[in-house]
C-alpha cells in the first residue's frame, strides 16, 4: 500500500509436504514443517484495475520432484508467454502450455490454465481449449499452469501479462527456474 496500491483484496494460500490439493483451502493451524511448499497467490488494485499472481516457496530443501515440477511451470509460463502474440488464440495459449505440463499432448483436467484480467479479479476469456478468442494489442492476461507431482499433489504458477503489438509484455516481475526456499 505504501508503494502505491488502493488496495489488496486478498491473500490465499495452500501448503504440505511436496505441493498441495488445492489453491483455495482455508488456513489451518498446522505450521509449516521441512519439506512443505508454500504457495502464496495474491494481488492488488491499482487506479481500479486488478493483478493476480502466485509464487511457490519450499521450506526447505525442495525434492527432486518439487524441483522439477517448478521448473516445468516456468518452462509452461515461458511457453505461453512466447505464445501470446496479436493474432494468436487463447487455444494457441493453452495448447503451449499444456504442451509442457503434459507432453504426451492429452489435456488434463485442470480447468483453465488463466484467465483475463482487469476491473474484476478474473476476467473473459478463460486459457481453455475450446477459447479461439485473437488476442489484440491491450488484452491483460494470467499465465497459470499446473502440474501434478502425485496424484493427490499439485503446484500451480500465475503470471500477469498484456499484449503489446508484436509480442507480450510481462506485468508481474517473471519467477526462476529455481524454487525459492524459506
Known amino acids: 500500500l505504501d508503494a502505491g496500491?488502493?488496495?489488496v483484496p486478498y491473500l490465499a494460500g495452500a501448503?504440505?509436504?511436496?505441493?498441495?490439493?488445492?489453491?483455495?483451502?482455508?488456513?489451518?493451524?498446522t505450521p509449516?514443517?521441512?519439506?512443505?511448499?508454500?504457495?502464496?497467490d495474491t494481488g492488488?488494485?491499482?487506479?481500479?484495475?486488478?493483478?493476480?499472481?502466485?509464487?511457490?516457496?519450499?521450506?526447505?530443501?525442495?525434492s527432486d520432484a518439487v524441483k522439477s515440477g517448478h521448473?516445468?511451470?516456468?518452462?509452461?509460463?515461458?511457453?505461453?508467454?512466447?505464445?501470446?502474440?496479436?493474432?494468436?488464440?487463447?487455444?494457441?495459449?493453452?495448447?503451449?502450455m499444456n504442451g509442457v505440463v503434459n507432453p504426451s499432448g492429452h489435456v488434463m483436467d485442470a480447468g483453465r490454465l488463466g484467465h483475463g484480467l482487469g476491473m474484476q479479479l478474473t476476467e473473459?476469456?478463460?486459457?481453455?481449449?475450446?477459447?479461439h478468442t485473437v488476442l489484440v494489442p491491450g488484452m491483460v492476461l494470467?499465465?497459470?499452469?499446473?502440474v501434478s507431482i502425485r496424484d493427490d499433489k499439485i503446484l500451480v504458477h500465475e503470471e500477469n501479462i498484456v499484449i503489446r503489438d508484436g509480442c507480450a509484455e510481462f506485468l508481474s516481475r517473471p519467477q526462476t527456474?529455481?524454487?525459492r526456499v524459506i
Open 5 to 7: 496500491a488502493d488496495w
Open 15 to 29: 501448503a504440505d509436504r511436496s505441493g498441495y490439493a488445492d489453491v483455495i483451502s482455508p488456513a489451518t493451524e
Open 71 to 96: 521448473a516445468t511451470l516456468i518452462d509452461a509460463t515461458q511457453a505461453g508467454f512466447e505464445a501470446a502474440k496479436p493474432g494468436a488464440t487463447i487455444a494457441e495459449l493453452f495448447h503451449a
Open 44 to 62: 492488488l488494485v491499482w487506479d481500479g484495475y486488478f493483478c493476480d499472481f502466485d509464487r511457490n516457496y519450499s521450506v526447505g530443501l525442495p
Open 32 to 40: 509449516l514443517m521441512l519439506g512443505d511448499v508454500l504457495m502464496l
Open 142 to 146: 494470467t499465465l497459470e499452469p499446473s
Open 177 to 179: 527456474q529455481d524454487i
Open 124 to 131: 473473459w476469456p478463460s486459457i481453455i481449449p475450446q477459447d
